[in-house]
């Protein structure tokens, strides 16, 4: 009951109590107290709580099975995914964002210990933006998914990358560079020219893991 209520985004875990959601309230959600059972929440008898039925047919895995795929460890699969805006990671465990549940995350909990976590579609393994993340991870080249781009490729020409910033990244003007050693001085970890999480390949001109930044200049 509590998956689906939560794959639904009817209710939410704030600590050691569940919450209801804007979506929960609109549903017809309310808290009620009980003298023997204490707080909790009841439902309208017409909710929907089906699961939509290709969702109940697909196989999911967690985060440690997409990992063995990779040769990767949860703990670092997680962190992936974290990067790719699909989850966030909360005090115990990993949640997942509006992202994620666009490529198939659901939300779940372990039933022993109430820490939460994330199941993924099994087709995620055939996801562009997690194999290409995953190859710049480990130093492998990923392909292009658009090879011939003669306007990206006219640009590269044009603005070579031979200004070299305080913290050694090569960017391509002096502008570039004030904006690189700003973030340096900072002590903001960045990152110059990091392709977008999406399928086309969109560089932003840095980008800054705290917080999911893309800075384009």
């Keep these: 009951m509590f998956i689906?209520?939560?794959?639904?985004?009817?209710?939410?875990?704030?600590g050691e109590f569940w919450s209801l959601t804007n979506l929960g309230v609109d549903a017809g959600g309310k808290f009620k107290t009980s003298a023997q059972y204490g707080k909790y929440i009841t439902w309208p008898e017409n909710i929907d709580l089906k699961l939509d039925k290709n969702t109940e047919k697909k196989v999911f895995l967690t985060t440690t099975a997409i990992g063995k795929k990779y040769n990767i460890s949860a703990k670092k699969m997680n962190f992936i995914l974290s990067e790719?805006?699909?989850?966030?990671?909360v005090m115990k465990g990993w949640k997942t964002t509006p992202?994620?549940?666009q490529h198939g995350g659901?939300?779940?909990?372990?039933?022993r210990t109430g820490i939460p976590y994330v199941r993924w579609p099994e087709m995620i393994l055939k996801s562009n933006i997690l194999n290409n993340t995953i190859k710049d991870i480990q130093g492998e080249k990923?392909?292009?998914?658009?090879?011939?781009?003669?306007q990206d490729n006219d640009f590269r020409e044009k603005f070579k990358v031979e200004h070299r910033a305080t913290d050694g990244h090569f960017v391509r003007s002096k502008a570039e560079m004030l904006i690189d050693n700003w973030l340096?001085?900072?002590e903001i970890v960045h990152s110059y020219e990091r392709k977008l999480p999406i399928e086309e390949d969109v560089y932003s001109d840095f980008y800054i893991p705290t917080g999911k930044v893309y800075i384009e200049y």
């Design 106 to 111: 659901l939300q779940d909990e372990d039933k």
């Design 84 to 89: 790719l805006g699909w989850v966030y990671k």
């Design 184 to 186: 340096y001085m900072a």
């Design 4 to 14: 689906i209520l939560v794959s639904k985004g009817l209710i939410e875990k704030k």
């Design 142 to 150: 990923a392909p292009s998914s658009d090879p011939v781009n003669t």
């Design 99 to 101: 992202q994620g549940i």
